[in-house]
C-alpha cells in the first residue's frame, strides 16, 4: 500500500492515473500536480469513487524549490515524471533532497538544444545509490517494453543476442491532414533530427528519414518505415553484451511526412527563437499550439499499434532469431481509459515499473534503466494490464 506522485496531466498521465487506480492493491493513494491544476481535476473527477483517494495540486516542476514543497506536503513513495522530458533534473533533483523514489518515460533533454542523452540522468547514479533511492529512466513502451523485452530475450531465449531492431508502427487514424500522437514539440524535435544506428561498437549518423524499410504489421498491414535515432539505443548498446548492431524503425505515412518536410521547409520545426510582432518566439512552440492536442485526438483515432523487437543472436550454440511485439487498439484504449493507443502503451509501463519499485521488486538504489532489472514480473504484468504480449519465433527480418 503506498502512495504515488503523477508529474503532468496530458495523455500518458491519464492513462497512467487509470491503471494506478486499477492496481489499488498497490497504489493506495494518489497526487496528481501540474502545470494547469484544472486538468489534474478533470482527471481526478473521472476517477474518485473507485476506492483510491486522489488529491491535485499545481506545480510548475521546473522549479525545484516548488516541488521539495509539495512532496513534503503529499509524502508520496515515488513520484512519477509524466510531464516532459525537461523536467527530468529538477524532478530527480527534488527527489533527493526529499528521499522519494522516481520513475520517467523519456530521457532528459534541455529545452534549447534538440538532443536527448542519458549522460546527465546517468550522472545521479551516485547520489541515488548513496541515499538509498530508486531511479527508474524510460519505463514508456520505447523506451521501456522494448528495454524489458530485450532483458526477457537475453534471460530466457538467447545466450547472446548480437542484432535488434526496434519496430514501432502506429496505424492510427484521426483524420486530420497532420497531427502528432504526442506531445508536437518532443515529436517534431525527434524525427527531424538525424538519424543514427548502433554499429560495432560505434553509432553511424545518417540524414533525417535517409533509410526506408517496408514491412508487414500484424494488425496494421504493410507500412513504410524509417531509421531514427532513439534514446534506448544508448542505453542497450551498454547494457546488452555482445551487441553488435541496433535500430530503431518508426512508420509514418505519406500525408504527415509531406506536412512535415513542408513545415520543415518554411522553418516552423526551428527551435530557434524568433522576433514576432515585438516578442519573442520559438517556431515549433508556436506550432504546437495550433496543431491539435494530442489529448483530443482519442475519440477519432481508429485503427491499431504494433510495437517490438527483433532479436538475432545464438542460442545453445544454434543461431536464433525471435520477434516480441504488442498490438493495441486505439478505440479500445479510448474506451477504456479515455486516451489513444500512443498514451495507452506508454502510461500503462509507467504504472508497472513503478508498482514494481512500490512492491520492492524494482526498488535498488541507483539510477537504472529498465533492461537493468528483472523482466519476468514486468511482463507479466503486461499481459495483467492491457499489453499483452506475441512472440513468433520466425519472424521476418529486415534487410
Ligand atoms: P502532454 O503534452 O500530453 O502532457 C504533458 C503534461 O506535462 C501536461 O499536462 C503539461 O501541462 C505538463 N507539464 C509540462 N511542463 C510542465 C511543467 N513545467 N510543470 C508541470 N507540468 C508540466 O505529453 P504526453 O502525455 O503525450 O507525454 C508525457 C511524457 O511521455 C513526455 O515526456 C513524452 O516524451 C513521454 N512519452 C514517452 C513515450 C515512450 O514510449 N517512452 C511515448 C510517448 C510519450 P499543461 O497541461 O499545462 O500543458
Known amino acids: 500500500m503506498a502512495k504515488a506522485m503523477i508529474i503532468g496531466a496530458g495523455g500518458v498521465a491519464q492513462v497512467a492515473a487509470h491503471k494506478c487506480v486499477e492496481n489499488k492493491e498497490v497504489f493506495s493513494e494518489l497526487c496528481i500536480a501540474s502545470r494547469t491544476v484544472a486538468r489534474c481535476d478533470e482527471l481526478k473527477k473521472k476517477l474518485d469513487g473507485r476506492g483510491v483517494p486522489i488529491t491535485t495540486a499545481q506545480v510548475d516542476a521546473d522549479n525545484v524549490p516548488e516541488l521539495v514543497a509539495l512532496i513534503k506536503a503529499e509524502k508520496p513513495d515515488i513520484v512519477m515524471n509524466l510531464a516532459l522530458p525537461y523536467q527530468d533534473l529538477t524532478i530527480m533533483d527534488a527527489c533527493l533532497e526529499t528521499g522519494v523514489d522516481y520513475l520517467d518515460t523519456a530521457n532528459y533533454e534541455p529545452e534549447d538544444t534538440a538532443k536527448f542523452e542519458y549522460k546527465w540522468q546517468w550522472a545521479y547514479q551516485d547520489r541515488f545509490r548513496e541515499k538509498g533511492l530508486t531511479a527508474i529512466l524510460g519505463s514508456g513502451f520505447d523506451p521501456g517494453v522494448t528495454g524489458v523485452f530485450s532483458a526477457y530475450a537475453l534471460k530466457h531465449e538467447f545466450d547472446e543476442i548480437h542484432m535488434i531492431d526496434i519496430l514501432d508502427c502506429n496505424g492510427g487514424d484521426h483524420g486530420y491532414p497532420f497531427a502528432t500522437n504526442f506531445n508536437p514539440e518532443i515529436n517534431i524535435r525527434e524525427v527531424t533530427a538525424n538519424g543514427r544506428y548502433y554499429e560495432n561498437g560505434r553509432f553511424v549518423e545518417t540524414k533525417p528519414m535517409e533509410i526506408k524499410r517496408s514491412y508487414h504489421f500484424e494488425g496494421v498491414g504493410e507500412r513504410d518505415m524509417y531509421l531514427l535515432y532513439h534514446e534506448e539505443l544508448e542505453s542497450l548498446a551498454k547494457h546488452i553484451p555482445s551487441v553488435r548492431r541496433i535500430r530503431f524503425f518508426m512508420t509514418f505515412g505519406e500525408s504527415y511526412l509531406r506536412h512535415l518536410n513542408c513545415l520543415q521547409n518554411v522553418g516552423m520545426t526551428s527551435i530557434e527563437p524568433i522576433m514576432f510582432e515585438g516578442r519573442e518566439i520559438i517556431p515549433l512552440q508556436f506550432l504546437k499550439a495550433v496543431l491539435p492536442d494530442p489529448a483530443s485526438l482519442g475519440p477519432r483515432t481508429v485503427g491499431k499499434t504494433n510495437i517490438g523487437c527483433i532479436f538475432i543472436g545464438?542460442?545453445?550454440?544454434?543461431?536464433?532469431?525471435?520477434?516480441?511485439?504488442?498490438?493495441?487498439?486505439?478505440?479500445?484504449?479510448?474506451?477504456?481509459?479515455?486516451?489513444?493507443?500512443?498514451?495507452?502503451?506508454?502510461?500503462?509501463?509507467?504504472?508497472?515499473?513503478?508498482?514494481?519499485?512500490?512492491?520492492?521488486?524494482?526498488?535498488?538504489?541507483?539510477?537504472?534503466?529498465?533492461?537493468?532489472?528483472?523482466?519476468?514480473?514486468?511482463?507479466?504484468?503486461?499481459?495483467?494490464?492491457?499489453?499483452?504480449?506475441?512472440?513468433d519465433e520466425n519472424p521476418v527480418l529486415v534487410p
Open 314 to 391: 545464438k542460442k545453445d550454440g544454434k543461431d536464433k532469431t525471435w520477434r516480441v511485439y504488442n498490438i493495441a487498439d486505439h478505440q479500445e484504449a479510448y474506451a477504456e481509459v479515455g486516451s489513444q493507443a500512443v498514451s495507452y502503451t506508454t502510461g500503462v509501463p509507467a504504472m508497472i515499473g513503478a508498482s514494481l519499485v512500490l512492491r520492492g521488486l524494482w526498488k535498488k538504489p541507483g539510477v537504472w534503466n529498465v533492461e537493468q532489472l528483472d523482466p519476468d514480473p514486468f511482463m507479466e504484468d503486461l499481459n495483467r494490464f492491457g499489453l499483452p504480449w506475441i512472440v
